[in-house]
């Protein structure tokens, strides 16, 4: 049993301090994640804040049978999106010091730790949202395509189609504009 798995039963036993130790485990990564969707680091928290309440409230609806990561990422990417949809939400690009937002050490960042890093950040701002949203789960929360699929809600084909197209199109403007991706060219 997974220990999420454990701490899900024990909430929902009761013990509402358990929930402490799920969003201590996702807070950052699911941060990184929302924060890079938006480009606004206080909607970030407010978002990620309203979407771990809703899982909370949301508990009893989850399946053991399914990962409780891309359950939760789920909820917080359905959040963020219908808080998109309600305010014809608008992104603009801020500067992100990815040292000060998120420990630079979680495995979830290492997507940023290169030199690169703001060109990256560029090439993918310019994506749709579909498609950024999974070269954000694959490559910064290193989300395998089947959780990918979960958690986006759709077939395993079309995610591993929109990847394709996603960096095809980072290769191209990176191609055009100049610079050089390196990370594009291995799928990991």
Not at 167 to 179: A, I, N, V
Request: include cysteine; proline fraction near 3%.
């Amino acid at each position: 049993m997974e220990e999420e798995q454990l701490w899900v039963k024990q909430v929902l036993a009761g013990d509402k301090e358990a929930y402490a130790n799920i969003i201590n485990k996702y807070k950052n990564q699911l941060y990184a994640t929302v924060l890079r969707m938006t480009r606004n680091p206080q909607d970030a928290q407010d978002f990620v804040q309203d979407a771990f309440i809703k899982v909370y409230r949301n508990l009893d609806k989850y399946k053991a049978d399914g990962s409780f990561s891309s359950w939760l990422y789920r909820v917080a990417i359905n959040h963020c999106m219908d808080e998109f949809r309600k305010k014809q939400y608008t992104t603009v690009q801020v500067e992100v010091d990815e040292e000060k937002v998120v420990n630079p050490n979680h495995p979830e960042i290492i997507f940023l730790k290169h030199e690169k890093s703001r060109q990256l950040e560029r090439l993918v701002s310019i994506l749709p949202d579909d498609e950024r949203l999974i070269i954000l789960l694959r490559y910064v929360n290193e989300v395998n395509y089947e959780e990918i699929s979960e958690i986006m809600g759709v077939p395993l084909s079309t995610v591993r189609n929109k990847l394709h197209r996603a960096k095809k199109k980072m290769r191209e403007t990176t191609k055009r504009e100049g610079g050089y991706f390196h990370d594009l060219s291995n799928d990991r």
